[in-house]
């Protein structure tokens, strides 16, 4: 009987054991959840989301592990990010906060804001007004916005919004390095980014995570809590589950 019971809490261990191994390499390798904690990238991502990460688009560096150990300096089967892509990284400040962005400089690119609209290279991205009216954060205002679909170098489209009060207009000229990009939010009156040189800046292509791809779970932080099951339909964003992100 004593036997059985050691035997059985073996089974167990190693059972328990092998999940880990198993998460570990799914974490790592192939696919990372993460929660969106701000409105830097409203309208497409929204406080609550839980988003899937892809690990392998962009290949594999220290950062793709937990803890980020130093153990290569460079990245294994590399692949570039395209314009457009939303891109998690860690900050070049620390190298270990996550961020998630959109790329719209690549390396050798200038990038620069001037009237309001955005220049690659010396040349305005096509952008479009669009009528349609959003309900976005930042802090704990709900400015005013203008929504515009924004087209880069690649035909890649997306929406930005930007504060109707235009304090985003004209920038200096950034400058990307080689093996950098340049990424911002699509909330871009209320989103820490590579325009902010001294804390976020050029992101370092070793500094890449992976690629944003799904939405898997989405639920309004401020209309409830998950943990609060009789809230649920309030704050359960239902639509936006299993939402491939673009």
Known sequence: MKNKLINSILENVKTIFYALIIALIIRSFLFQPFYIPSSSMEPTLLIGDRIFVSKYEYGYSKHSLPFSPPIYKNRVFKNNP???????????LDNRTDYIKRLIGMPGD??????????????KIERERISKKYDIRCGNLNPEVSAFKEKLPNGKEYIAVYNSKGTLVNSD????????????????????DSRFLSSVGY???????GKAKIIFFSNDTL??????????????RLKRSFKIIK
């Open 173 to 192: 000229k950034y400058e990307v390095p080689e093996e950098h990009f340049f990424l911002l939010g699509d909330n871009r009156d209320c989103s820490q």
């Open 223 to 236: 209309s409830g809590s998950v943990l609060k099951i009789w809230n649920l339909n309030k704050s359960f």
């Open 110 to 123: 200038t990038v620069q804001f001037k009237n309001g609209n955005i220049y690659i290279n010396e040349k």
């Open 82 to 92: 395209e314009y457009g892509d939303l891109v998690v990284f860690k900050t070049p």
């Open 203 to 209: 992101v370092p292509l070793i500094n890449l995570v």
